[in-house]
């Protein structure tokens, strides 16, 4: 989870705002599921955890080929999809020691990052740490 807190920019377009709307809040969740064959699943958006968790929470057979019916309905080009799933998008990564690069193609860009797996409380090997992230268009 992301969250940041932003100031309300103003100019002489705007009205004035009451003092408790001076801030804007934005919260958002990334989420990845890693499959064996090399695969993974992304999203990049505001919905919690309760509402996401049910398209990334599936028995997997190491692929994501097996995600869940509405997943698969959206890739094949129906319109009849559930709308979450429509910010889910399918990708690919690479496991060098312990580097980690990732690419996910969504509809408009390609979205790549560059992670690290590290120790954590848990244990070894157990902590995703995303070192930095890139994006760029495809239509350009």
Same mark, same amino acid.
């Given at each position: 989870?992301?969250?940041?807190? #932003? ?16 801030? !804007? ?25 309760? #509402? ?19 997943? #698969? ?9 559930? #709308? ?17 690069? !990732? ?38």
């Amino acid at each position: 989870k992301n969250t940041r807190v #932003k100031e309300v920019v103003r100019d002489m377009w705007s009205d004035p705002l009451p003092a408790h709307m001076m801030v !804007i809040n934005s919260s958002y969740y990334r989420y990845l599921r890693f499959f064996n064959d090399g695969t993974c699943l992304y999203a990049l958006t505001h919905h919690p955890p309760e #509402k996401m968790l049910k398209f990334f929470h599936f028995d997997a057979q190491g692929s994501a080929s097996t995600a869940p019916e509405p997943f #698969k309905r959206r890739r094949k080009g129906r319109k009849d999809a559930d #709308k979450l799933t429509q910010e889910i998008h399918l990708g690919s990564y690479a496991i060098r020691r312990n580097d980690v690069e !990732i690419s996910i193609d969504t509809p408009f860009s390609v979205v790549s990052f560059e992670a690290e797996i590290r120790h954590g409380r848990r244990g070894h090997f157990c902590m995703l740490e995303i070192k930095g992230h890139s994006s760029y268009s495809k239509t350009w």
